[in-house]
């Protein structure tokens, strides 16, 4: 049996020309899915090692997944987009950054270190109509890209975006924010929800261990709630790297300024890839990192990955009355409180969100939410 073709030459045969670049002299191109703005010379990739010049035109991904799983909405996470629904996710492979202690490395690093071919990372041939049909087969309320990159593969999400909103579904990004005003502009029609890992707020370490900067992620936080996007930030905090009361409180103090109701998500790491010289965060430090976001005025912060280990701070409360709207253990929703019009029952008060779809009754939702559920079978993750 002949060996199969290396992964560089299988991403080649899946691409078309994108939209998100501009043509320069001598046979160059702009792209603007990230804030590298990369200038490709002819036959030469972008960092991100998947959008390619082919005489003079930008080549970018196109029908394919590398991994693909239905997973609850607060997986996300999105604790304030339908409750307890379930998000068809599904990634391409690579990405703009390289971060030392990425979960999804064999996704996202993929044409970036060999390590990622080697553990199998290689495209499922799917078409934009075939994964919101999937999406639909497992009762998906949601379609999310994610694991890798989402702004590097934008063109082909939105086919797959324009497909799922016909059919009911909202559609979300999992991001890492280092966006371009063009990139937002192009996505904003077909994108309802938007969460940013915002990984901490030091340039230094941003150049050092993700191969990008800070500023153009907080200007994308500051477009993207100016935009009208359903907004969620999370902050893996990590010991030693960027739990620092200085750093987390000038995250949490930066969010209040832009909003006071974006939800922000302080979670455990765990030793992971080549960060693994460190111990996983322990409860306290994300009680801590919860008191500092409530402290810097936010009104909904939340800690994850320690599921029962950490109070109450898994749960929505009413910032106005403080009785428990949404309680939740981990990813499982335990009651929700909360009508479709997202109002305090207990109060007149108006619970930022989404809790429901256009155009889908709340039974219908309901419906899907509570139908039985299909992970392992669709399961598609290297």
């Known amino acids: 049996m002949s060996p199969s073709p290396p992964l560089e030459q299988l991403l080649s045969e899946r691409t078309a020309e994108g939209l998100l ?17 990369c200038r490709i010379p002819g036959g030469k990739k972008g960092i991100c090692k998947v959008r390619t010049n082919e005489g003079g035109l930008l080549k970018v991904p196109r029908n394919y997944v590398g991994a693909l799983q239905v997973d609850p909405i607060e997986k996300k996470p999105f604790f304030h987009a339908l409750p307890g629904t379930r998000a068809l996710s599904y990634g391409m492979l690579g990405c703009d950054y390289h971060c030392r202690y990425c979960q999804n490395w064999v996704t996202s690093q993929a044409l970036h270190d060999p390590a990622s071919e080697e553990s199998g990372a290689r495209p499922r041939d799917v078409t934009a109509a075939g994964l ?19 702004l590097i593969t934008s063109e082909w999400s939105m086919e797959v975006f324009r497909e799922a909103r016909a059919q009911g579904l909202l559609t979300s990004y999992v991001s890492n924010g280092n966006a371009t005003k063009e990139v937002l502009e192009f996505i904003r029609p077909w994108v309802d929800l938007y969460k940013v890992d915002l990984k901490g707020f030091n340039d230094k370490r941003y150049r050092q261990t993700m191969g990008g900067t800070l500023k153009p992620v907080l200007e994308s936080i500051e477009r993207l709630r100016a935009m009208g996007f359903w907004l ?26 832009v909003d006071r109701d974006i939800p922000w998500h302080v979670t455990a790491f765990h030793p992971d890839y080549r960060m693994e010289d460190r111990p996983a965060t322990a409860p306290g430090q994300l009680n801590r990192a919860w008191q500092i976001g ?3 005025g936010l009104r909904y912060v939340y800690s994850g990955n320690r599921p029962g280990e950490v109070g109450t701070t898994e749960n929505t409360y009413c910032p106005s009355c403080g009785g428990l709207l949404i309680e939740r253990y981990g990813f499982q929703v335990s009651q929700n409180k909360l009508g479709p019009e997202g109002r305090c029952p207990q109060c007149p008060a108006s619970i930022p969100g989404i809790w429901k779809v256009p155009g889908r009754s709340p039974n219908a939702v309901k419906a899907i939410a509570e139908t ?5 079978a669709l399961a598609f993750h290297n």
């Open 294 to 296: 409530k402290e810097a």
């Open 132 to 150: 919101v049909r999937l999406a639909l087969e497992n009762k998906c309320g949601v379609v999310t890209s994610t694991y890798n990159e989402p």
């Open 232 to 257: 969620e930030v999370v902050t893996l905090v990590i010991p030693g790297f960027n739990d620092g009361e200085e750093e987390l409180k000038g995250i949490a103090g930066f969010l209040a300024s």
């Open 21 to 37: 670049y501009r043509k320069l002299p001598q046979g160059r191109v702009e792209c603007w899915a990230c804030a590298h703005r």
């Open 372 to 376: 039985p559920r299909a992970e392992e």
